[in-house]
C-alpha cells in the first residue's frame, strides 16, 4: 500500500544527516572502476572476492559492470574495530575458500579505514599460493596524518573521515539499504537508531 511505502521511507531516512555520495555518481563511478580493472585484467578470468557484509551491494554492481569471465567465492571476515596490531587477526567466519592456487584474485571491500582487515586478509590469501591478489575498495577514508597499513589497487571515492552508511553499509546492523552513502545524523548513532 502507498500509506505503508511512505511510512517505511521515513523510517529509513529519519536518521539521514546527509547523502555524501549519491546514487547517480556511485553509479558513474562503478562503471568507470570496472573499466580500470577490465584493462588491468585484459580478458583473463578472475576470482572475486567480495568481504561480506558490507560489499555487498557494491559487489553486485561491479561485476555486472565487468566483462571478464569469473567465479566468485565469498569472504566473511569479522573486524575488530579498536583492537591493536596484535590483537587484529581477524576472524574468518566462513572458510577460506579453497583451490586459489594459480588464481587472479580480485578482493572487494566497502572501506579501507586503517588497513588492519585487507591486509590480514592478503596475507592469508597469498599463502595459497595465488597468481596475483589484487583490492579494490568502494570507500577510502582519508585521515589527516595517517597511512592505511594497506593500499588498495582500486578505489571509487576518498571519503573524508566521517561514518557512512548505506549501499552496504551499516551501523549496528541497519541502514544497508539506503541507496546512498549517507552520514547519519549524531544522536542516532548516540543510542539506538
Ligand atoms: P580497517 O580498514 O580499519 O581494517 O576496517 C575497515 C572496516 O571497518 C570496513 O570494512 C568496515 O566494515 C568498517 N568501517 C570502517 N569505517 C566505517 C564506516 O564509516 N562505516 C561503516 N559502516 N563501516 C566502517
Ligand atoms: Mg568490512
Known amino acids: 500500500m502507498v500509506g505503508d511505502e511512505i511510512m517505511s521511507t521515513d523510517r529509513l531516512w529519519h536518521n539521514v544527516e546527509k547523502v555524501l555520495v549519491s546514487r547517480d555518481e556511485i553509479a558513474l563511478r562503478v562503471a568507470s572502476l570496472a573499466g ?3 584493462a588491468v585484467y585484459d580478458g583473463r578470468e578472475l576470482t572475486i572476492l567480495p568481504v561480506l557484509t558490507g560489499s555487498l551491494i557494491f559487489t553486485s554492481d561491479l561485476i555486472r559492470r565487468l566483462p571478464l569471465p ?3 567465492d565469498l569472504i566473511s571476515i569479522s573486524s575488530y574495530p579498536d583492537g591493536t596490531l596484535e590483537s587484529s587477526s581477524p576472524k ?3 572458510p ?3 583451490d586459489l592456487s594459480g588464481r587472479d584474485i580480485l578482493i572487494v571491500d566497502d572501506i579501507l579505514d586503517s588497513g588492519r582487515t585487507l591486509a590480514s586478509l592478503a ?3 597469498e599463502r595459497r599460493k595465488p597468481a596475483s591478489v589484487r583490492s ?3 570507500l ?3 585521515v589527516a596524518g595517517r597511512k592505511p597499513l594497506a593500499g588498495a589497487d582500486f578505489v571509487g571515492f576518498d571519503v573524508p573521515d566521517e561514518f557512512v552508511v548505506g549501499y552496504g553499509l551499516d551501523f549496528k546492523h541497519l541502514y544497508r539499504n539506503l541507496p546512498d552513502i549517507c552520514v547519519l545524523k549524531a544522536h542516532a548513532k548516540g543510542g539506538a537508531s
Do not use: Y
Request: charged share 20%; with cysteine.
Open 36 to 38: 580500470e580493472i577490465a
Open 70 to 72: 569469473m567465479r566468485i
Open 92 to 94: 574468518f567466519n566462513l
Open 96 to 98: 577460506i575458500p579453497a
Open 123 to 125: 596475507a592469508a590469501l
Open 136 to 138: 579494490c575498495v568502494l
Open 140 to 142: 577510502r577514508k582519508l
